[in-house]
């Protein structure tokens, strides 16, 4: 913001002293909530209570004119009120309704308010920590947007229809020749057009190695974020991206993909081994030819982006640095120069647009190839989708941070965990079915994260008539055909 450009340039201004009128010491109570948000969120920690009966001069001892703000809590049309206002000359005066204390939003709003009259004292400090707050309720504001859409009759209608109808696309029924089978996308050899191929995201969800669940529209919600970001980043670096004629189905150009996932990271965190924190926990203070301070903790910033490419190799992946890569042959420098600066600038704008959403891009992981007939380097596979990004909602971050907490998320990991609870999912045989209601609350909050991420409303209309006039996997057929 312009405030906290300028906040060198501005004198350091202390807010004034916030003094609390209160009826009774059940209305002081109040007062302990309202002070633990001015303190926290703005930084004002003079706060102090006095009676609403004591006689003005009293109430203003010691108070010099231009040093303090007077909050008077009563209910409207409180007698108190007009005694008040009419006596307090010279130290400005606001008024909140008590009657109002029961909301659940009555501190942060009573703080926020008196925050913007202290602000008048020049606090360029003060002024920026309104701005914050503002861009953080702003970014909750989507949040619950989001989440109450997608928590509607018309979604939980949809997504039950597609569970008990199992019109889940899984990818079994296309009848489609020369399918290569994925653990969530399969691709299709288009025989007539050898320069090009059919990706089929379907509905399967993986885990452990294995297929834990048919999760509805999930397929859909993949595809079509990846077509968003294709679209969004295409002036960075082209992409393989030709078209997509059907929600599930992307028609790309075939590449020669290198063998390097490029990973970028903003944040201290993970939990694989080839993560950056399970690397730090672990004493590496040097990550892929990146040096990492001291005393860093989970969840923490990076103070700057990293990328952090891992090798895809058969018995593992592991972390290389970029010096590494070109030494040990998996790229050559100029291809490697290419893909990185292109991450790295894909990345920014993906973290740039995830903000505005109420997001942040925590990190994620993106593939570039050589298209075969041109040789130009293009990026391929997915970008940004819920499956290859990390997002948590920005709106918390700050507040969970500094309380010790896991940033907040639109948590997928429940299903996971339900498995891990009910049986050994590496070694078992066979595993039992997910729950019905957690598969419909996974594929909500799929469908939930594409439409905060796109800001675009999530289309059940062509998927449902497709459902109930043919097969849903005959009209994916169709579409590659056609295309």
Same mark, same amino acid.
């Given at each position: ?11 350091? /201004? ?44 009293r ?26 206002? $009419? ?12 009657t ?15 925050? $913007? ?58 009848? !489609? ?5 994925? $653990?969530? &996308? ?39 974020? @990846? ?8 002036s *960075? ?15 790309? $150009? ?29 004493g ?7 040096? !990492? ?24 992946? &592991?972390?290389?640095s ?32 995830? @903000? ?7 990190d ?15 990026? *391929?596979?997915e970008?940004? /989708?819920?499956?290859?990004? #990390? ?11 500094? +309380? ?39 594929? #909500? &909050? ?7 991420? /796109? ?12 459902a109930?006039?043919?097969t849903?996997?005959?009209?994916? +057929?169709? +579409?590659?055909?056609?295309?």
């Amino acid at each position: 913001s312009n405030y906290s450009k300028k906040k060198k340039e501005k004198s350091k /201004t202390m807010p004034p002293r916030v003094i609390f009128l209160v009826p009774s010491e059940a209305a002081a109570e109040l007062v302990e909530g309202i002070a633990q948000v001015l303190l926290k969120k703005f930084g004002i920690g003079d706060v102090t209570c006095r009676s609403s009966g004591a006689p003005l001069e009293r109430m203003l001892m010691n108070v010099a004119p231009g040093t303090a703000l007077l909050v008077l809590l009563c209910a409207p049309g409180d007698a108190i009120a007009a005694v008040v206002e $009419k006596e307090c000359k010279t130290v400005p005066l606001i008024v909140l309704d008590s009657t109002t204390s029961k909301a659940a939003s009555f501190a942060a709003d009573s703080a926020r308010t008196i925050a $913007k009259f202290c602000s008048l004292s020049g606090s360029a400090d003060l002024i920026a920590a309104l701005e914050q707050v503002a861009v953080e309720q702003e970014q909750a504001d989507l949040v619950l947007n989001a989440q109450l859409q997608t928590k509607s009759p018309l979604y939980s209608r949809n997504i039950a229809l597609a569970y008990d109808n199992g019109t889940q696309i899984t990818g079994d029924k296309l009848g !489609l020749p020369d399918r290569k089978r994925g $653990k969530v &996308r399969d691709r299709y050899e288009i025989e007539s057009k050898p320069s090009i191929i059919a990706l089929v995201t379907t509905d399967r969800q993986s885990g452990f190695d294995r297929q834990l669940a048919l999760v509805p529209f999930k397929g859909a919600v993949l595809n079509l974020t @990846s077509a968003f970001w294709f679209e969004q980043t295409k002036s *960075i670096i082209p992409n393989h991206l030709i078209s997509v004629p059907h929600p599930y189905v992307s028609i790309v $150009k075939k590449c020669k993909p290198f063998p390097i996932e490029f990973v970028v990271r903003s944040y201290m965190t993970g939990s694989t081994s080839t993560s950056i924190w399970k690397n730090y926990q672990d004493g590496v203070r040097v990550y892929c030819g990146h040096p !990492l301070p001291e005393g860093m903790k989970k969840n923490e910033k990076l103070a700057a982006n990293l990328l952090t490419p891992t090798t895809k190799e058969e018995e593992h992946d &592991r972390p290389i640095s970029a010096e590494d890569i070109i030494k040990e042959e998996w790229m050559t420098a100029d291809d490697w120069e290419v893909c990185s600066m292109a991450a790295l600038k894909v990345f920014a704008l993906g973290q740039k647009i995830a @903000s505005e959403h109420g997001l942040i891009l925590v990190d994620t992981k993106y593939e570039f190839g050589k298209d075969l007939e041109t040789g130009e380097i293009l990026l *391929i596979d997915e970008v940004h /989708t819920p499956d290859s990004s #990390r997002y948590w909602l920005a709106s918390s971050y700050e507040e969970r941070i500094a +309380a010790g907490l896991e940033p907040e998320n639109i948590d997928k990991e429940f299903l996971r965990l339900w498995f891990r609870k009910h049986c050994d999912p590496y070694k078992d045989a066979e595993l039992p079915d997910a729950p019905r209601d957690l598969v419909l609350e996974l594929a #909500r &909050r799929y469908i939930t994260l594409y439409e905060m991420i /796109t800001w675009k409303i999530f289309d059940f209309g062509q998927l449902v008539a497709q459902a109930e006039g043919e097969t849903a996997e005959g009209a994916i +057929a169709a +579409a590659i055909k056609a295309a």
